[in-house]
């Protein structure tokens, strides 16, 4: 798996990645920090012969992440490297305490549960599709929005989406983000109660 922790904004300043990239700044100055790690790791299992960086539109995945919030704001997204929301982007943000997925132009799916608490949270989406989005170990949603292809040119983003998207004040996360994983695969049930656990989500295969 991909794995990354970022604090910054209200994020508290700065970057972190492993596979032995380290990006320091605040994330304004940072457009998109996922991209330069993730296009070195598809170039690297591309060469060895590894599983490639997933398609959320095509292929299996799992993004599992841990964020600490007392408000809304963007987690994930996939989508234009600027401007405004675009068709074919994905996103998952927090809105009125509860974690959305929406597909541009496509659709949107709301979870139940609340966690603009201030305490951390896991939040984990599995795909292509159906779509479930679990809360902390437990299932919060299922949605079954048609798949589209990723667009050429979109990256990846943390704590941000887009210019115009969400549509509510907080835009952009305030707040933290920790243990971002990306497998290219939808974990079991069982496998994702070891996500509570960092230590075992390390053992966990891509």
Do not use: C
């Not at 012969?49 to 600490?68: A, I, N, Q």
């Not at 234009?80 to 659709?107: C, H, M, S, Y």
């Not at 201030?118 to 437990?138: A, C, E, M, R, S």
């Amino acid at each position: 798996s991909i794995m990354g922790r970022v604090r910054n904004r209200g994020f508290e300043s700065g970057v972190w990645f492993l596979l032995a990239f380290f990006l320091l700044g605040p994330m304004e100055n940072i457009v998109d920090p996922l991209t330069p790690v993730l296009a070195e790791v598809e170039k690297d299992a591309g060469e060895g012969g590894k599983r490639p960086l997933p398609d959320f539109g095509r292929d299996s995945y799992t993004l599992s992440l841990w964020v600490r919030t007392a408000g809304d704001g963007s987690l994930f997204a996939k989508t234009a490297p600027a401007g405004n929301w675009v068709p074919g982007g994905k996103t998952i943000f927090i809105e009125q305490g509860r974690v959305v997925l929406d597909i541009g132009w496509v659709g949107a799916s709301k979870g139940e549960q609340r966690i603009d608490d201030g305490q951390w949270h896991n939040v984990v989406l599995t795909g292509p599709f159906p779509q479930i989005i679990y809360i902390d170990g437990k299932w919060d949603s299922e949605s079954s929005l048609e798949p589209t292809p990723d667009r050429t040119g979109h990256v990846y983003k943390l704590g941000y989406t887009a210019s115009d998207f969400p549509e509510q004040d907080e835009r952009a996360l305030t707040g933290a983000l920790d243990e971002i994983r990306l497998f290219g695969r939808v974990l079991r049930t069982d496998e994702l109660s070891l996500l509570m656990d960092p230590e075992a989500a390390s053992d966990l295969p891509g």
